[in-house]
């Protein structure tokens, strides 16, 4: 493989490679209880509580916008009750967990990759180290299962916000008639869809955490290398999302016929 | 005791160690010294397993740090303490959440058996008083100390200091050398001090190694390096740059 190295693609390999061993190790730690509960719940707090007002105004603008676009196109063939039901299954399975985690990425995976940066050229990562601590114990641990448990929360919270403001735009202000559209609504959202988003928003959490911590470990020294790091932890989780999101979309869909969800 | 056995680092194309080889004694206190960039800092972190050297060995105790794994370094870790020279502390936490940090994470502890150790390790470093500051709140010469009060409160066997006078005024200099002999002399822990202020090796160390174009130069007490008439460590010595 010698003749990949200085090459981008070498690169990109080791990178690849370099994070699936964070990510084993993350694992082997995490399942043998090496972190400390107090620190996975203060993640819990910074990831899920602190991103409550960019993930309610996302979700609620989203189901607006949504339900207001499908139903100026429903409308031209009569088929105005039909919004809601679009939105819900749109909200579910795509748009809340696929925009959630794009827009916590951008809020917690570059203060992961910034924060993490920063102790490495501080000499913090390897006071850590002395003091007989394993960086990916004590940081990468608690990270990874808070975004874990809170990017599912915030997708589900996304998803209930973005089809209430889609009601509240439908039926308040282009005139839909709600019984019909809730009863639509109900027929073609299935449980399945929930579901889909709620896996998806998992992954996607996992994605985030590594992602940021990886560019954070690994950034090089000085400020411009911390800055470097908190863009590409940005760029390359929201990049991964988006390509994860085509792939998860047709096994999950298709793991739902096989089992008749 | 401590066995460096053979050492070559490079950096790149850049060689920063070649063949180096010596030994500390339990309880003995060694100064490192040498031109900056000269890679002392290097070595230290190469004793304490935090770089993977190219070539050659480490014995901490008889075993070979440099074929073990992080996580099997962190057992050996637990004999050493290290002040950094930026210090290092963790800016998230208080004084006393530093100074604090090795026993909640390997001792069990209540917080008050932690909260007297932690003013412990304060008042054996003159910062008593200080537990509720936050790093950004001290000096540079506090940050030294709380440093030096977290890398000992564990009371290990080897403490490594990383250049602990550079960037302080002479008074503050005097002081943390008294400091590193104190700690020296009362927890009895062998040494290791990276320096290149010279005053401060003579006072801290009973035995010097100089480091000069990536290999030992001279290895002897501070008094036959003081008294050298080798022309390398009478520069160094005396002071003198390059004509």
């Known amino acids: ?261 | 005791m401590i066995e460096v056995r053979g050492l070559n680092k490079s950096f790149g194309a850049q060689p920063v160690l070649e063949n180096v080889s010596f030994h500390i004694e339990n309880g003995e206190s060694v100064a490192i010294i040498g031109r900056s960039g000269g890679g002392k800092s290097v070595l230290l972190k190469h004793i304490i397993g935090l770089l993977q050297p190219d070539a050659g060995a480490v014995l901490v105790d008889g075993e070979n740090i440099v074929a073990m794994n992080e996580r099997q370094l962190l057992r050996v870790r637990r004999k050493f303490g290290m002040v950094f020279q930026g210090a290092a502390l963790f800016d998230s936490m208080t004084v006393a959440e530093n100074v604090a940090f090795g026993l909640r994470r390997h001792e069990h502890l209540t917080e008050a058996e932690i909260a007297k150790r932690v003013a412990a390790a304060l008042d054996m470093v003159d910062l008593p008083g200080t537990e509720d500051k936050n790093p950004a709140e001290l000096s540079g010469g506090m940050r030294k100390r709380v440093g030096l009060a977290r890398a000992i409160i564990y009371e290990p066997q080897i403490v490594l200091y990383d250049e602990p006078t550079t960037g302080l005024d002479p008074i503050v200099s005097d002081s943390i050398d008294k400091l590193i002999i104190r700690v020296r002399d009362h927890l009895k822990v062998t040494s290791i001090v990276v320096t290149h202020d010279m005053r401060s090796a003579r006072r801290v160390g009973n035995h010097v190694l100089m480091l000069h174009e990536r290999k030992i130069h001279a290895n002897c007490t501070p008094e036959a390096l003081f008294a050298s008439t080798d022309p390398v460590v009478r520069q160094f010595v005396d002071g003198v740059a390059d004509p």
């Open chain 1, 1 to 261: 493989m010698n003749f990949l190295a200085g090459t981008w693609l070498g690169e990109w390999l080791t990178g690849l490679g370099r994070i699936t061993l964070l990510a084993r190790e993350t694992i082997a730690s995490a399942l043998t209880f090496r972190f400390s509960r107090r620190d996975v719940l203060y993640q819990i707090y910074f990831i899920g509580i602190k991103s409550q007002s960019v993930v309610l105004v996302t979700g609620a603008f989203t189901g607006m916008v949504l339900a207001a676009q499908t139903y100026f196109q429903f409308h031209k063939v009569k088929m105005d009750t039909a919004t809601l039901a679009v939105v819900s299954v749109s909200m579910c399975s795509e748009l809340g967990p696929v925009l959630t985690a794009l827009m916590v990425s951008g809020r917690v995976g570059a203060a992961i990759a910034a924060e993490l940066g920063t102790m490495r050229v501080t000499e913090q990562i390897d006071a850590l180290r002395t003091l007989a601590t394993h960086p990916v114990d004590y940081l990468v641990v608690p990270r990874l299962i808070a975004s874990n448990i809170a990017l599912p929360l915030l997708t589900v919270e996304s998803m209930a916000v973005g089809i209430a403001a889609s009601y509240v735009v439908g039926v308040g202000l282009l005139g839909i008639e709600p019984t019909y559209a809730w009863w639509n609504m109900l027929k073609y959202s299935h449980n399945s869809d929930v579901m889909i988003g709620i896996i998806k928003s998992f992954v996607y959490g996992g994605i985030i955490a590594l992602i940021g911590c990886y560019k954070g470990l690994s950034c090089s020294v000085g400020a411009e290398g911390v800055g470097r790091a908190t863009t590409e932890a940005v760029v390359y989780s929201s990049i991964t999302i988006l390509v994860c999101n085509f792939f998860l979309t047709l096994v999950l869909e298709q793991l739902c016929v096989i089992f008749g969800l």
